[in-house]
């Protein structure tokens, strides 16, 4: 979709659809003000017979009102005026991506970006609605087949084309905010492809997501970024570098498995990267500690963190943002089989250390604590692990935040930072010493269970074992990443949008200092 910018008399612009805010108990924001006053007082006179009264994500379509250009007025309530936060701006911005969706218009005028948020600009703003309505239009349907014929599939498109939003401006009253605007909507359109291809990956089936498929992706980034390169590691190499951990898990699947190492250079060639390491599981059956049928189907998501990775690369090399920043993805099955590792098997890491495997649905530590081993090679300024770790992570926190673990403060801030200016929020949990005990072996160094209680945690300190050289932070989006059941399942693109913004904070941090 093509966003831009308009600027001039509101009420004499052509749009099919003009969006209005009104504030509860009828109070009209500048805009609306305007345009009441070119149609003879119409709008205050709807407002008093109280169809609408302006509470949040309330919504009215109005047709043909007179004296203005614009041939629909799409009311949306705001809410107090007083208390607008972020969170409430946020859901304002998903009430129009979804009322959009709904309209026969191909154009709309956005007139939001006046409304006050405490502590927000016309760029975040601006990022927000961008962000929001293109998440409402999103749609997976590349495994839907044509049940239609030919004639019937071309008529239905052209309708679609007739009907379907094609371009949304946003009113503006100066040419200095058109500037800005303009480049937030640049920055927006990054986040949004970087955000779609991450749904699109983890939506995908795994019998044609593998880690292969993965790989492949991942090259194709390197082919249209200059600032990007892609290296593989396949099995025979993770082999010669001790990667016993993640070998126990790709060793039950005939897809083999990959390590997958995206490299960014978007800063000076000698400042040292930032890595972001995803657990890229294409299919966990839970192997021999076979997973429930019931729910199977959904553990084609438990690659959402290798998809979080890929999306991130792919916004921020867009976006052609000055930093460094190797991506990684530990790409693997998990499937039963005769070769597959088994309860009880022990394994040593490519760190040394070795593992007790107690139960084998707790792969995702095991090919992320060699991944992890393997970017201190990187000597990276920070690492961040993002991974559908744990369902105890669901317990403790639902889907409204994704678990945050860290080993320093200042890391922890940054991301507890960024996850409140997107509203992509995350929840800091302990990584005490205490925790550690849990994960003890009669037989090894440690096991990859610590038992029922605090599960989250231990799986964390499981991996905090292998971050001791460097900063570094462990995001359990177990509960964020992806919706489950029916029609409404499919992948959110989290943490994508807290991730870029953390990396384009980091940017403008250095700016500052510098």
Not at 41 to 70: C, F, Y
Not at 126 to 147: F, N, P, Q, S, W
Not at 400 to 415: F, G, I, K, T, V
Not at 467 to 485: E, F, N, S, V
Request: charged share 20%.
């Amino acid at each position: 979709m093509k966003y831009g910018t308009k600027k001039g008399n509101l009420a004499k612009m052509r749009t099919p659809c003009l969006v209005l805010g009104i504030y509860e108990n009828g109070v009209l924001t500048d805009s609306a003000r305007k345009i009441d006053g070119a149609c003879n007082g119409s709008l205050k006179k709807i407002l008093q017979r109280g169809d609408i009264t302006g509470k949040p994500n309330q919504v009215m379509l109005l047709h043909d009102l007179p004296g203005i250009a614009a041939t629909r007025v799409l009311l949306l309530g705001l809410g107090d005026p007083d208390t607008m936060d972020a969170a409430r701006f946020i859901g304002i911005a998903r009430s129009l991506g979804a009322q959009l969706n709904t309209l026969a218009a191909r154009h709309a005028l956005c007139c939001l970006l006046e409304v006050n948020c405490e502590g927000r600009n016309s760029n975040w703003k601006t990022l927000r609605l961008v962000e929001h309505i293109a998440a409402a239009r999103y749609c997976y349907t590349d495994m839907k087949g044509v049940t239609t014929p030919a004639t019937a599939g071309a008529k239905a498109k052209a309708e679609q084309k007739k009907t379907e939003l094609e371009a949304l401006d946003f009113f503006v009253p100066s040419k200095s905010e058109a500037t800005q605007v303009a480049a937030a909507i640049t920055a927006a359109k990054a986040l949004v492809l970087g955000m779609n291809r991450a749904k699109d990956l983890a939506n995908t089936p795994s019998n044609i997501c593998t880690p292969t498929y993965l790989a492949r992706h991942a090259q194709k980034l390197a082919r249209k970024y200059p600032s990007v390169t892609t290296k593989v590691v396949s099995e025979e190499e993770m082999k010669r570098l001790g990667m016993g951990a993640f070998m126990s898990v790709t060793q039950g699947s005939d897809q083999p498995g990959k390590l997958i190492v995206i490299t960014y250079k978007g800063g000076k060639a000698k400042t040292k990267p930032h890595v972001i390491l995803g657990k890229g599981i294409t299919f966990d059956s839970g192997g021999i500690s076979l997973k429930p049928g019931a729910g199977m189907h959904e553990m084609i998501f438990d690659m959402c963190g290798a998809a979080s990775v890929i999306g991130t690369i792919t916004a921020i090399a867009e976006q052609r943002l000055p930093i460094n920043v190797v991506g990684m993805v530990a790409a693997a099955e998990n499937m039963p089989s005769g070769v597959a590792s088994r309860p009880g098997d022990i394994v040593t890491t490519m760190s040394g250390q070795t593992v007790e495997i107690l139960n084998t649905d707790a792969e995702g530590r095991l090919v992320l604590c060699d991944a992890l081993t393997y970017a201190s090679r990187f000597k990276p300024l920070t690492v961040i692990d993002i991974a559908t770790l744990t369902g105890a992570c669901v317990i403790a926190l639902g889907n409204q935040a994704s678990a945050l673990y860290a080993n320093d403060e200042e890391l922890a801030a940054d991301l507890i930072k960024a996850g409140e200016d997107t509203q992509d929020r995350v929840w800091r949990m302990p990584l005490w010493e205490e925790y550690q005990a849990q994960l003890n072996s009669a037989f090894a160094d440690m096991a990859n269970i610590g038992g029922r209680e605090a599960g989250s945690i231990t799986a964390a300190c499981f991996l905090a074992r292998y971050t001791k050289q460097y900063r570094w932070a462990h995001l359990d989006i177990a509960g964020t990443a992806y919706r489950g059941g029916g029609a409404k399942k499919g992948a959110t693109g989290r943490p994508v949008t807290l991730l870029w913004e953390y990396m384009n904070q980091l940017c403008a941090k250095h700016d500052a200092t510098h």
